[in-house]
């Protein structure tokens, strides 16, 4: 990943997944965010959300956390796990999103 602290979105593959990397800061705040999101087609449908700074006033409240897409083309399958709500996700924490299951879910793990 990022070897530096910029900002930015950076990418990772390797034979079976991808990793993207946001590397972001909040407009007119000292507020950063860094979280990275992972896919891994041995394990289809199925969205790793990492979670190392979540911003300090604002954090997840600023922020709608989910996933959405299409099965076939025309099946829609979505998971909205929050939307604006502050406290969602914390530092060192891992969100699980899995589109493969009816219906969909997430499951947030803390360290």
């Known amino acids: ?25 909040r407009g007119g ?3 950063s965010y860094h979280f990275t999101v992972s ?3 041995t394990n289809p449908g ?3 959300y990492r979670y190392y700074e ?8 600023s922020a709608n956390i989910g996933i959405q897409g299409a099965t076939d083309g ?3 399958i979505a998971v909205n ?6 406290g969602a996700v914390v530092v060192n924490s891992t969100l699980t999103c899995d589109t493969a299951t009816t219906p969909a ?7």
């Open 74 to 76: 025309s099946t829609q």
């Open 105 to 111: 879910t997430c499951v947030l793990l803390c360290a």
């Open 39 to 41: 896919y891994d087609n």
């Open 1 to 25: 990943m990022a070897d530096n602290l910029d900002q930015g979105i950076f990418y990772e593959t390797s034979s079976t997944t991808v990793t993207y990397e946001y590397r972001l800061g």
């Open 46 to 48: 199925v969205l790793v």
């Open 54 to 61: 979540v911003g300090q006033d604002q954090g997840s409240a």
């Open 81 to 86: 796990f929050s939307n604006q709500r502050a």
């Open 29 to 31: 705040t000292y507020e």
